[in-house]
């Protein structure tokens, strides 16, 4: 059974923020199963994924909204940093051995991540997804900026 499901709601309609929240759900969902049947250590290493993973998503996010003068950028940035600290700080928890914290980290996840998306992110898309569709240099810059912030995936 998932912890998290993706559910029609949640689609903002810019296919590669979707495709970023799905995948920090499908990662959440993950982690839950690991507590259950994988070691501490290895438990540590996908928490550190994820963890790395929404860092790299808040960036990416807050490079296409600078791009496309987003007026709220800096309100948007605050909550990202506001909750990133929070994920900093359940995972150093965690690592000092207080494995409660990754669980915690699932729960305030699911509820933050539910919420931003619902209340924050579905606000920009009536100036990102013009871009996306009439920018000519948008793929390129999508490219670039997808391979810098996350490898070749």
Not at 98 to 110: C, E, V
Request: hydrophobic residues 40%; glycine residues 4%.
């Amino acid at each position: 059974m998932l912890y998290f499901t993706w559910e029609p709601d949640l689609k903002i309609g810019i296919e590669v923020i979707d495709a970023q929240h799905l995948h920090i759900i499908d990662s959440i969902n993950e982690l839950n199963q690991a507590f259950a049947n994988c070691s501490e250590a290895e438990v540590g290493r996908m928490l550190d994924r994820l963890v790395e993973y929404i860092h790299a998503h808040f960036a990416f996010e807050e490079c296409l909204l600078e791009r496309v003068r987003y007026p709220y950028l800096e309100a948007h940035r605050q909550i990202h940093r506001a909750f990133a600290i929070r994920v900093h700080d359940y995972r150093r928890s965690f690592h000092r051995g207080d494995t409660s914290a990754g669980k915690k980290l699932l729960a305030d996840l699911t509820i933050w991540l539910t919420n931003h998306i619902k209340h924050e992110d579905e606000v920009y898309t009536e100036i990102v997804l013009p871009y996306l569709q009439n920018d000519a240099d948008s793929d390129d810059w999508l490219a670039t900026t997808l391979t810098r912030l996350f490898g070749d995936t």
